[in-house]
């Protein structure tokens, strides 16, 4: 049976993205409100009440502003913004990580942000594994396309064409970092050091690791294997076997939801880098969103993806 779908900021750039995802597909209905009326508080309760499923891609406090308008005990919430993935009674919509039958099961789902989808993706199976510490000072180095920051940062990369690299969350304390230390299970919080660069999409998420220094771990080809096996059958998530001597991220980018690792060992196994490369709007957004909706709605989980 078709189920209705209300993506409220769908104008957005994340919610155009997931729009894309799911043109044509006759299992879902997209509920649809004009641009005079998707910022309208009552037609929003009314579509955030009718649809079977609501994907919000809203600011924050819009986005806990839209949970309230739902009054009925059916709808159910994936929420592309950061302001339920650490918060009681959500789910995190990280299938691989968490479970695909626990985000099938859910009635609201937190989509996790997208450089904690990097950083979860490496570390998280290798800390359950016993291969790297839980206790660990960790440090994430990343870059983003300016895409990740939506309509306001396009527009500001766009005006200014001089922009050659953007180092920012330079006070610490960057939003994602709780739910990269909750959904890891770490102990301190990791040191996160983001960056955009001058291209629509992609990103390029770092780990890198004093293997030698550290207790618990494993050399990087076990780390490898170890990843290799934690994702082995997702047509989602690639552990590559590789030994680059560089690593691009392209301008020409097209939108893609896979999600590569790879651990890059020094020769005498004393130092790691752990890489992930991803699509902000992919599976750091969209992408993401329309697989916990497949879960969600009983489909296959790649069901529309760009893979
Ligand atoms: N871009 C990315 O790569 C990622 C984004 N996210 C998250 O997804 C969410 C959406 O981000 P993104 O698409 O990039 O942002 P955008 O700014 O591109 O889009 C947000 C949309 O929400 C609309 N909006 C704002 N307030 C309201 C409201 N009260 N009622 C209805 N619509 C409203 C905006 O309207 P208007 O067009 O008028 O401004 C805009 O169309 C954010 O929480 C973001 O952090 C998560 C992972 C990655
Ligand atoms: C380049 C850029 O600005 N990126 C955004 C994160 C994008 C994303 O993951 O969105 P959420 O914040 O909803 O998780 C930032 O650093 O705030």
């Known amino acids: 049976m078709t189920k209705t779908v209300f993506i409220d900021g769908a104008a957005g750039t994340t919610g155009l993205e997931i729009a894309d995802r799911l043109t044509g597909r006759a299992e879902f209905e997209l509920i649809l409100l004009d641009d005079a009326r998707r910022k309208d508080d009552a037609a929003r309760a009314q579509a955030l009440n009718a649809a079977d499923f609501v994907i919000l891609c809203l600011p924050d406090d819009a986005a806990k502003a839209a949970v309230g308008m739902i009054r009925n005990d059916t709808t159910r919430v994936i929420d592309a913004s950061s302001a339920h993935r650490v918060a009681p009674g959500w789910t995190y919509g990280f299938p691989e990580v968490v479970g695909r039958d626990t985000v099938a099961a859910a009635r609201f789902v937190s989509n996790p942000g997208c450089y904690p989808t990097g950083f979860i993706a490496l570390v998280a199976p290798l800390v359950k594994a016993g291969l790297l510490p839980a206790d660990w000072p ?170």
């Open 138 to 307: 960790y440090v994430c180095h990343a870059v983003s396309g300016y895409s990740g920051g939506g309509k306001a940062l396009i527009g500001r990369f766009e005006e200014d064409g001089d922009i050659a690299f953007r180092a920012y969350g330079l006070a610490l304390g960057h939003k994602h970092v709780p739910e990269m230390t909750a959904h890891v299970g770490l102990t301190h919080a990791p040191i996160f050091a983001p960056a955009v660069v001058p291209a629509h999409r992609g990103m390029l998420v770092e780990v890198p690791l004093h293997l030698s220094m550290m207790p618990k771990t494993g050399d990087p080809a076990a780390l490898r294997a170890a990843l290799a096996e934690f994702y082995a059958g997702s047509e989602i998530v690639t552990v590559v076997d590789d030994q680059p001597d560089e690593l691009l991220l392209r301008a020409s980018m097209a939108p893609v939801d896979t999600l590569t690792l790879r651990v890059l060992g020094a020769a005498d196994g004393s130092q790691a880098r752990m890489v992930a490369m991803l699509d902000n709007l992919g599976k750091g957004a969209s992408g993401a969103a329309v697989q916990n909706l497949n879960l969600m709605a009983g489909l296959s989980e790649t069901a529309g993806l760009r893979l």
